[in-house]
């Protein structure tokens, strides 16, 4: 008799006895079956992987499309870009734009006054002028000292005639009355006193003039021995 090992729980038991005492399975049909050799699952060889393949022709395929893109685009972005004088100018304008941004409401302010409707405009009616001649003649005293005489327009001088003397004056003047007035203009040889005196009317004369036409006025005007002014129309 010989021991044996049980096929199912591996303990020895008799090659005679018909089952295990240990753990009951039969040991003469245990004997009697073929025995099985173990199978072992070899791991299969690892198939090959095509994802990397496909990822590096992706990248390959973007990188070649982005280098043609760029050859193109580079002369036509020359082409079209503005001056570097110009993009200065443009990134001055804007920084002067966003640091003075009261500037825009000037000139919205100067776009609302600009459609503003003007007042209508009234017609104010223009004065009349016309053109006079003057004529003067100063008369030579030999009694008295010489003199000149000075001619004042609506309290304007327009000019000092000398003395013995004539003498012609064109005036634009509006229409209506002007005045025109004579004075002495005269230093006295013995008080080195000029004769004019607005408070003494007879070192001054004044003459009025209508005007509204084209016209021609013309005087005579001299000195008495007592130095008064004489004006007498001609």
Known sequence: ????????????????ALACPHCGTPIAQAQNAPVQQPVYNTPSAPKKSHTGIIIASVIIGVVVI????????????????????ESVSSVNSAAVDNSTPQNNNVSDNTAADNNVTPPPSVNVPQEKTYDITLNVECRQNLAVNKYNVDIIIDGKTIATLPHGETQSYKRSLTEGTHEIEFRINHVSSITHESIYNPDKENTFSKMYIDVSKNDEFSYYVKLTSNNSIEVTPK
């Open 66 to 85: 982005c280098s043609i893109v760029v050859a193109v685009l580079i002369p036509v972005l020359k082409n079209n870009s503005p001056s570097s004088t």
């Open 1 to 16: 008799m010989a021991l044996i090992s049980c096929p199912n729980c591996g303990k020895s038991v008799s090659d005679k």
